[in-house]
């Protein structure tokens, strides 16, 4: 069976080598012509624990191979970006040009998958009207179904393997079809559905995500105004056993959980209230860092600033939507402010970045920790005479010098 997997990207691409290491004859298609050479070569252009060794392993079987433009085949995988515009709402030109871009080659018989996170009714308003253009009509010429990816980044390889999945199809058999190609892989459990019921499946479960963290931050607020640690009551009130609070912190980054909310909003904004509201909270956090950061240098005089992780959670190299960004700009802006920025996974960024860990340390008088990185967690250098500002609760439990200050979000 040959297979076109249109975009390879965190999603695209993993699924892609899966597809071709199960068997498959699969055509991987990219826009960016350097990305279609590097694959050729059986290189990558993401970090992704395991990806290379399947990649280089997919392309020297000879069953896996890039291009820019889609071929014929038998199935047919969307799998591009599905940002925000700047008023949030959903950029679909991504998913409009993957399509139009199957309309030349799509045969009676064929599947056609859209894996990328889409607002509601997605398939029915947009992939069934572009590719009427063939005069062939879904669910009865060909098949059409929409299979959320649900894999977090840092753990992809395996999760693509062991989550359970949900299909959604524009009939039941279209359902079936697509269960039947991702059983070739996936070991969890696949639950059959309709095509909207699985579109807003997806952007419930990252709309659960946001909307609990919203909580902790909007408890770390609470806490801050009374004067008790938010890291102590979460620790305690989850001790309840149907209690799961989540964690506070400098804000929600990532290409997904910052963004899939809006969708909703975008879809039933005047009943979307509490969505919109977690939403807001959660993009302002960067602003109550800033503020942190702010009381501490009023307090303790001018000095260099250290901002130590740029990605937008830990142990990954993708600095997407990472709310550290415009708390580093901020203090960037700031005349006569010296600012070192470490991430000991991020190879470039629009700052200049330094390497060595222990030299920034020994370099800053602030030490603003916004990831709780491996290599942060496990150091443990000399604080003494520092201030650190500490967004991520990494020093909570542990015994730092008595001639150190600590300032901790969601603590007075
Ligand atoms: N965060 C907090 N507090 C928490 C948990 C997370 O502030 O308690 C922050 C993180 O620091 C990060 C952001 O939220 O900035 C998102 O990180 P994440 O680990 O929660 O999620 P993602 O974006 O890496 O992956 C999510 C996952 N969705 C869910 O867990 C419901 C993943 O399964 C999805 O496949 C992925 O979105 C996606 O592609 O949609």
């Not at 996936?186 to 997806?202: P, S």
């Not at 909307?211 to 009374?226: D, F, G, H, Q, Y």
């Not at 340390?361 to 920790?369: G, S």
Request: hydrophobic share 40%; proline share 8%; with cysteine.
């Amino acid at each position: 069976m040959k297979l076109c997997v249109l975009g390879l990207g965190y999603i695209g691409l993993p699924s892609a080598s899966m597809f071709a290491t199960h068997g498959f004859e699969v055509l991987g298609v990219d826009v960016r012509p350097e990305i279609v050479q590097k694959l050729n070569n059986g290189e990558i252009h993401i970090e992704e624990p395991g990806l290379a060794t399947l990649v280089e392993a997919a392309v020297k079987s000879g069953r896996m191979r890039a291009s820019v433009s889609p071929e014929p085949s038998d199935a047919f995988i969307i799998a591009v970006p599905t940002p925000i515009t700047e008023t949030h709402g959903a950029d679909m030109s991504y998913v409009r040009q993957a399509t139009e871009a199957i309309v030349p080659h799509l045969r009676p018989g064929n599947l056609v998958i859209l894996e990328s996170t889409s607002p509601p009714r997605t398939c029915a308003d947009i992939i069934i009207p572009i590719l009427s253009a063939t005069g062939l009509i879904a669910g009865r010429d060909y098949h059409l179904a929409h299979t959320p990816e649900r894999v977090l980044p840092g753990q992809i390889l395996k999760e693509l393997i062991a989550n359970d999945r949900i299909i959604g199809g524009v009939t039941p058999l279209c359902a079936e079809k697509a269960r039947d190609l991702y059983r070739a892989f996936v070991q969890g459990e696949i639950f059959l559905t309709d095509a909207t019921t699985a579109e807003m499946t997806k952007l419930v479960e990252n709309t659960f995500r946001d909307v609990n963290i919203a909580l902790a931050n909007e408890l770390a607020r609470v806490c801050e105004k009374i004067g008790t640690s938010v890291w102590e009551v979460i620790r305690l009130a989850n001790r309840h056993p149907r209690v799961r609070l989540h964690t506070p912190g400098p804000g929600v980054g990532g290409h997904c959980i910052a963004v899939d909310p809006w969708f909703l909003v975008e879809s039933a904004p005047d009943e979307a209230r509490l969505i919109r509201a977690a939403r807001e909270i959660n993009d302002g956090q960067p602003a109550r860092v800033m503020a942190l950061i702010e009381r501490a240098v009023e307090t303790h005089g001018p000095g260099p600033i250290a901002f130590f992780g740029l990605t937008y959670k830990p142990d990954v190299d993708d600095t997407r939507e990472s709310p550290s960004f415009p708390i580093v700009r901020h203090f960037m802006k700031k005349k006569g402010q010296p600012v070192i920025v470490h991430d000991p996974n991020v190879k470039k960024s629009e700052f200049p970045l330094e390497k060595d860990f222990q030299q920034v340390v020994a370099k800053a008088r602030y030490l603003v920790f916004l990831v709780g990185h491996r290599p942060y967690r496990e150091s443990a250098p000399d604080f003494s005479g520092k201030v650190i500002i500490d967004t991520i609760n990494m020093f909570g439990g542990r015994g730092l010098s008595p001639d150190c200050h600590l300032y901790t979000l969601g603590k007075r």
